[in-house]
């Protein structure tokens, strides 16, 4: 008498303590951290700006005794911020909820599926408005610098490089540059820069962390970002086509204030706009019946503007590796 067959003895199912799914890291992303957030209320307001050259110019003189001592003043201008609101939902039918099998869980996985549609959305607008060229004036020549002899290049001086740009942003704002972002690229070709090994060697370990640690201090700032974000710019059902969203060859000096506030200045602000119910990141996840539907709906919403606010305080590297 013959053995069962192996077909007879199993059928295949879905396992129920692993499944594949892609998620990205939030560190990864680096809108929020460049940014500041500031909560309005309104979808659209102004703001004060006070005039620079005002702010710097010594008026002070001497005063002859009975003389009126001289006066001053100084001009402001407006500026505006219309923040959009951005949204996404998927819909869980009840239908499917009931005829999924472990360890699909419907309600937690469009609430992940959406919210990182929204995260990348984030970034996508962010590098759009400060991530391109032919934007930031604070350089020595007012315009996007790159060097004579690239950063992947032996010859390169990156570090001399940054330090120019942060002198020229200093003197024209008296802010000097506090953050420096770097496209991935960048940020290999720096790691494997003679000047910056020549540090890194005697670290206990060359861990992302003690790296960008080292090259902050080299490059005079208090921090270094790198996008490692990616989005699939393909069309649904067409081939993948996979890419970072930030510009992977440049580079961005800039000053960015520590904490929004009255008369403080800053390269760049993110306009979030608390609505309807919205938390002061101007963001809300909301899960509500579609009885019409027989289904569940997971709402994700943001709502902000992304806002140069001087262009002075921050200089564009432009294609600094090859």
């Known amino acids: 008498m013959s053995n069962p067959s192996r077909a007879q003895l199993h059928t295949d199912q879905v396992l129920t303590n692993i499944s594949i799914g892609y998620q990205q890291d939030p560190n990864d992303f680096i809108a929020d951290q460049v940014s500041p957030r500031v909560p309005v209320i309104k979808q659209s307001d102004k703001y004060y700006i006070y005039d620079i050259g005002d702010a710097y110019r ?35 039918t009840d239908q499917d909820r009931q005829n999924t099998d472990t360890p699909l869980d419907l309600e937690r996985d469009a609430t992940m599926h959406v919210t990182q549609d929204l995260l990348i959305r984030k970034e996508i607008e962010w590098a759009a408005v400060h991530f391109v060229s032919s934007t930031w004036t604070g350089s020595s020549t007012a315009g996007d610098i790159t060097p004579g002899n690239l950063w992947d290049v032996v010859a390169s001086t990156p570090i001399e490089d940054i330090r120019v740009q942060s002198t020229s942003v200093k003197k024209k704002t008296g802010y000097r540059p506090n953050t420096l972002v770097l496209g991935i690229d960048v940020f290999d070709a720096l790691v494997d820069h003679a000047d910056i090994i020549d540090r890194l060697k005697y670290t206990q370990a060359a861990t992302d962390a003690n790296v960008k640690q080292i090259m902050a201090s080299l490059f005079n700032v208090d921090r270094i970002l790198v996008s490692e974000a990616v989005q699939n710019t393909a069309e649904e059902v067409a081939t993948d086509s996979m890419s970072f969203i930030v510009g992977t060859n440049d580079a961005l000096l800039m000053y960015v204030a520590p904490n929004p506030g009255i008369r403080v200045p800053t390269a760049s602000y993110q306009f979030s706009w608390s609505v309807n119910g919205n938390n002061s990141f101007g963001t809300r996840v909301s899960k509500f019946r579609m009885d019409e539907l027989e289904s569940d709906r997971i709402e994700v919403s943001a709502a902000y503007d992304f806002k140069r606010i001087d262009v002075n305080l921050a200089a564009y590297f432009l294609n600094v590796v090859s």
């Open 58 to 92: 010594s008026e002070s003189a001497r005063r002859a005794p009975g003389t009126e001592s001289k006066g001053t003043g100084w001009r402001t201008s407006t500026d505006t911020y219309f923040a959009d609101n951005f949204s996404l939902h998927q819909d869980v």
